[in-house]
């Protein structure tokens, strides 16, 4: 029973500590995983407009690298 206030009082001491150490790093990190997370959902949001795009696209080469070859082949 008496060994727990002492315990809190550390455990205050050490919150404090680091408010006061890292309030600098919390705020950049946080502005890093915000402007992260915008720029992953910036980069779906395209890949899902221009998806058919590319699709088209891809398709379009892998049939001309086929006939390419396709017609080495009979020649």
């Excluded at 029973?1 to 309030?23: D, G, T």
């Excluded at 990190?29 to 915000?34: G, I, K, T, Y």
Aim: with cysteine; net charge positive.
């Amino acid at each position: 029973m008496l060994a727990q206030p002492e315990v809190r009082k550390q455990r205050k001491s050490l919150v404090r500590r680091q408010h006061k150490f890292y309030p600098l790093g919390c705020e950049f990190m946080f502005l890093l995983s915000r402007f992260f997370k915008k720029w992953v959902i910036s980069v779906k949001s395209s890949y899902v407009l221009h998806k058919n795009q590319y699709t088209k696209q891809t398709v379009a080469s892998l049939n001309l690298s086929f006939s390419l070859t396709n017609n080495s082949s009979l020649g």
